[in-house]
């Protein structure tokens, strides 16, 4: 008989063994599908050796393997990738495999799905929820479950709606192939110093060995279309490409660039998808025809049948990073992966993280940079409004330079766009009579006022309520007050001082799909706005030839809260934005509203001095043995129960490991000490670079007793402290 050991998708169990039933064959990567109890679940037929052995199973008590999915194995590179990922981040495997093979690998690519579409015939009885859901619903099609999320209604009412006939059934294929790239489609007009990097790049896909290439080129340089080379060369290969993006907002003006480029648009992968989307793009890509994928961080576990070329794009943004569940970094993973699978990795940049300069430093990193502009368009000029000196009026956000610069904009028929990196209205409501702060009742956090939909809502856990009328605390009328500014408040201003002009409010709030960040592209674009307001979302990607003034509300934002990155954050969104202004033939300014107009970031903003930015940013995190030049993890315990995290936390605290080098920070209570309903304590590891930070930390926990009721998140290579 044949045994299998299985990895199933599951976090809380390592592998199993099975049997494999007779006449059938599992071999190593199979996707099967296995009895756990009395559930199914799907997993990996893995090597024997990875993980340990679990208990012993003799023959005859074990279980049969449900079912073999006609799906190609996930290749032994993968294998490894999972293996390391769960390994470095001190995550199970199960939940780093999940990211392999999410639902769509399961379901049958053959099997046609049944989605819903509007048919234009009104029901005869059509109720408020009725005419709302269908104007939502507009074109769109999906399942039920999508059209219902969609419009928020209850799945009820779309089915009402289509027993009525304003809803009919489409049939979907899913395996339907997708257009074929093709890299002579559209060829760039390059200049010399993008054909000398585009030639570097390409020369490095041929040659298909392991190598991370740093693509550093300023705002407006044209790395897109010189990586775009570089995918064009793996295409000619007859291999798959994968570009990662940060932001989904940002795909749909990608898909477009691609378009132009390569005839058709690339594959996409990401949360917006529909479940039928998904699931053609899994098998197109796990058979390798998906020549192209665009997506979000989550592409990068896909099992692609014959990967040529990884892109990350915007590498420095420290969205990356995923904070919940397998806490990893998406541009190191993506490295490990060029590794494994000997292909070179193209990291793409204005403002490259610390980290990645210092590999070029260190030799590991080939470093390419692209010094000007396309075109012969120049580096806008940017300057310091010092608040100090110039303060905006009472109640008001914007000091009389940049209302000047506005003025001078619109009259000129030139475009604007005010950075502030702060969604909403206001970030605090409070009560002029007693001084109560209405905060979240679920953490640690005030709730944001959102006007524009009349609601005040948590950031951290998405709880919502109306605005209260009276104060909940003294019970005064009227005595709650906005407190500071958001984009919508930013915007109520610039309506207030310029009735005539056109604005738009660009946040995660406002640009929430694909479809409207391609509306606002075509807006802009067409000339149908004049002032845009936006949060981090608008700082990148984006190329407006007639925007040419920036202005940066509030820079000093993002330097409180003490994170070490803050600088270097600060010093990378601030460029990323002012790199927006004057991208065509006219000039751009960007004017920077800050407190502070001597710390070293906004100097050397202001100078135009990234390299004696990052020399003396280095020096700093050197000395203080900061990443990249230490390391830091973070242990964050959790439970509703307050007594039992804090338990948990000083039980851990008392058998902390001492060893040479390394220091421990806590327990105490984490900066956010609630978050969703759950108490939180923090324990801070900081070691040198060498030290094994995550053998230190799995013998640790092993140590003592977990209650039920207490969660451990680890953290390795933290990018929020909080
Ligand atoms: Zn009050
Ligand atoms: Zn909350």
């Not at 046609?112 to 234009?120: F, K, L, M, Q």
Request: glycine share 8%; net charge negative.
């Amino acid at each position: 008989m044949t045994r299998a050991r299985v990895l199933l998708l599951t976090a809380a169990l390592g592998p199993l063994d099975y049997r494999v039933p007779q006449g059938s064959d599992a071999p190593l990567g199979s996707v099967v599908v296995a009895p756990l109890g009395p559930r199914r679940m799907g997993g990996v037929v893995w090597e024997d050796e990875s993980f340990g052995a679990p208990e012993p199973v003799g023959d005859n008590r074990l279980r049969n393997l449900y079912e073999i999915v006609p799906v190609p194995p996930v290749p032994a590179p993968l294998r490894r990738l999972v293996e390391w990922t769960s390994d470095y981040y001190l995550a199970p495997p199960g939940a780093v495999l999940r990211m392999v093979l999410p639902g769509a690998a399961f379901a049958d690519a053959r099997r046609p799905i049944v989605e819903y579409r509007a048919t234009g015939e009104l029901p005869a009885r059509m109720t408020p929820q009725r005419i709302v859901a269908l104007e939502k619903i507009g074109a769109r099609q999906g399942l039920v479950r999508e059209l219902a999320a969609l419009a928020d209604v209850s799945e009820a009412v779309i089915r009402g709606l289509v027993q009525a006939g304003a809803l009919e059934a489409v049939s979907v294929s899913a395996d339907a192939p997708y257009p074929e790239p093709d890299p002579d489609f559209g060829p760039p007009d390059l200049s010399a110093e993008q054909a000398a990097a585009a030639s570097q790049l390409r020369d490095a896909v041929t040659a298909a060995i392991f190598e991370t290439l740093l693509l550093d080129g300023v705002t407006g340089s044209g790395k897109t279309e010189v990586y775009m080379e570089a995918i064009a060369a793996a295409v000619e290969a007859g291999k798959q490409a994968l570009v990662l993006l940060p932001e989904i907002a940002l795909t749909e003006p990608m898909l477009t660039r691609f378009a132009a480029r390569f005839g058709c648009e690339p594959v996409a992968w990401h949360s917006g998808l529909r479940s039928t989307e998904r699931r053609r793009a899994w098998h197109a890509i796990a058979r390798g025809e998906a020549k192209i994928v665009v997506g979000a961080r989550s592409a990068l576990f896909l099992p692609y049948a014959d990967l040529g070329l990884i892109v990350v794009d915007e590498a420095h943004e420290t969205s990356f990073k995923q904070e919940d569940g397998v806490h990893y970094h998406a541009r190191d993973v993506a490295v490990m992966r060029g590794h494994f699978e000997a292909l070179p990795v193209i990291l793409a940049s204005a403002t490259p993280a610390l980290e990645s300069l210092a590999q070029v430093e260190a030799g590991r990193y080939r470093h390419i940079i692209l010094p000007a502009r396309y075109g012969g368009a120049m580096l806008p000029d940017l300057a310091a409004i010092d608040m100090r000196q110039d303060p905006p009026d009472r109640g008001r956000w914007l000091a009389p330079p940049l209302v000047d610069a506005l003025a001078d904009r619109l009259h000129k028929g030139e475009q604007s766009l005010l950075f502030l990196n702060r969604r909403g209205f206001a970030p605090l409501t409070l009560c002029r009579t007693c001084g109560h702060r209405i905060q979240c009742p679920n953490c640690t956090a005030w709730m944001v006022e959102h006007r524009l939909v009349h609601r005040l809502a948590c950031h951290h856990c998405g709880h919502v309520m109306p605005p209260p009328r009276l104060c909940p605390e003294c019970e005064d009328e009227d005595s709650l007050v906005a407190c500071g500014p958001g984009v919508e408040r930013v915007a109520d201003e610039v309506t207030l001082r310029f009735p005539e002009a056109r604005t738009a409010i660009v946040t995660s709030d406002t640009l929430w799909s694909p479809a409207k960040a391609a509306e606002f592209v075509a807006n802009v674009e067409g000339g149908l706005i004049d002032i845009i307001i936006g949060t981090q979302l608008v700082t990148k990607g984006y190329h407006f030839p007639n925007l040419t003034l920036v202005g940066v509300v509030d820079a000093d934002l993002g330097l409180d809260g003490g994170d070490l990155r803050a600088s270097e954050r600060t010093f990378q969104q601030i460029a990323q934005v002012a790199g927006r202004a004057g991208r065509g033939v006219k000039p751009g300014e960007v004017l920077i509203q800050t407190r502070v107009p001597d710390a070293p970031v906004m100097a050397a903003l202001v100078a135009n001095d990234r390299e004696g930015f990052y020399a003396a940013e280095a020096a700093s995190r050197r000395q203080a043995g900061a990443p990249p030049y230490g390391r830091f993890a973070a242990l964050v315990i959790s439970s509703e129960d307050i007594d039992v995290a804090r338990g948990v936390a000083q039980r851990l605290g008392q058998k902390a490991p001492v060893a040479d080098g390394l220091a421990i920070y806590g327990p105490a209570p984490a900066p956010l000490a609630m978050l969703r309903g759950r108490h939180r304590f923090r324990l801070l590891l900081h070691a040198p670079r060498s030290f094994d930070l995550q053998g230190t930390i799995r013998d640790w926990v092993a140590r003592i007793d977990w209650p039920a009721k207490a969660r451990l998140a680890i953290d390795v290579d933290p990018y929020s402290f909080v």
